[in-house]
């Protein structure tokens, strides 16, 4: 199994610039979600999944789109990107909270804005 | 929404000590409370959990400790190795629903040898 699949895994952007950060995952989760890492401010919710075509929003979801077309897929799209978007994204996916509840989460996608 | 704080940010212990990590939550709702290490340049992978109808779970050397009146959990990490060197993240489920997770801000840990 590959688990949980980010792309990039590194990637430069202009201010204003659009991207999409790609996640897929293999184990039919249910559950999926973006979070930011920035330092000391730990991991910080963006969006989040609890199954196809049904999205909720997180703790800091401004300047973020996600869309959840199959289960599989979970991308996060940056509409006019910012400085202060300049972070560490994790894609993550779960059985849920009522089964396990372990979050298994992808290697990072390292994004920096100019 | 769920407030979540984790201490200290930083810890150094020798190795073969002991650490205690500790977060409080302000959810008394919340029932289902896990914790990550990240190492240096990895993904954060989940290493223990507790469910709030049991006050303590251990697996080996590590262990966690949950006090709903007082609404804090704590890690616990006996006989420690240089290899438990990493960032330790709690979280709690939100009042938005339980799949929901707000994590701490991370303790890093640095094992002396």
């Known amino acids: 199994n590959a688990g949980v699949t980010q792309t990039p895994k590194f990637q430069v952007l202009k201010t204003g610039q659009s991207m999409t950060l790609q996640c897929a995952q293999d184990?039919?989760?249910?559950?999926m979600s973006w979070y930011r890492q920035d330092p000391g401010m730990g991991l910080r919710l963006i969006h989040y999944?609890?199954?196809?075509?049904?999205?909720d929003q997180g703790e800091v979801p401004n300047g973020y789109n996600v869309s959840r077309s199959t289960t599989e897929d979970f991308p996060l799209r940056l509409l006019s990107a910012a400085p202060s978007q300049t972070s560490v994204y994790f894609c993550?996916?779960?059985?849920?909270?009522?089964?396990?509840?372990?979050?298994?989460f992808g290697e990072g996608s390292r994004l920096t804005v100019l | 929404g769920e407030n979540v704080e984790q201490h200290p940010s930083t810890l150094s212990v020798q190795e073969g000590d002991s650490a205690v990590i500790k977060c409080t939550y302000s959810?008394?709702?919340?029932?289902?409370f896990p914790w990550y290490k990240q190492e240096l340049g990895k993904r954060p992978q989940l290493i223990i959990d507790?469910?709030?109808?049991?006050g303590e779970k251990k697996d080996q050397r590590i262990a966690v400790t949950l006090n709903k009146t007082a609404k804090h959990f704590s890690l616990h990490i006996t006989e420690t190795q240089p290899e438990d060197s990493a960032v330790y993240f709690c979280?709690?489920?939100?009042?938005?629903?339980?799949?929901?997770?707000?994590f701490g801000t991370g303790t890093r840990l640095t094992i002396i040898p």
């Open positions: 993550a996916s779960s059985t849920g909270v009522r089964n396990t509840g372990e979050l298994f």
């Open positions: 184990m039919n989760h249910e559950y």
């Open positions: 999944s609890v199954g196809a075509g049904i999205t």
């Open positions: 959810d008394s709702a919340s029932n289902y």
């Open positions: 507790i469910r709030s109808n049991v």
């Open positions: 979280a709690a489920p939100t009042n938005f629903g339980n799949e929901k997770l707000t």
